[in-house]
């Protein structure tokens, strides 16, 4: 899997998570999830994900987006 693909999957599934908490656990846990939104449209103009940086730290090879 390319860290692109990783980058993606990661976010999919802490969005989903936040989502779960805030209707199982607290409402609060929905800026969780305004976060992560904010993240990923802040990374599509600059292209800085802290994510990436550590997947790629991981040893997941790169992808095309994150370079």
Do not use: H
Not at 13 to 31: D, N, P, R
Request: aromatic share 18%.
């Amino acid at each position: 899997m390319t860290l692109d693909r990783t980058v993606l999957m990661f976010a999919g599934f802490m969005i989903l998570l936040s989502l779960a908490l805030g209707t199982w656990v607290s409402g609060w846990w929905y800026l969780f999830t305004a976060f992560i939104g904010v993240n990923m449209i802040q990374s599509s103009f600059t292209g800085f994900c802290p994510a990436a940086i550590v997947f790629k730290k991981l040893g997941v090879k790169s992808g095309t987006a994150f370079e």
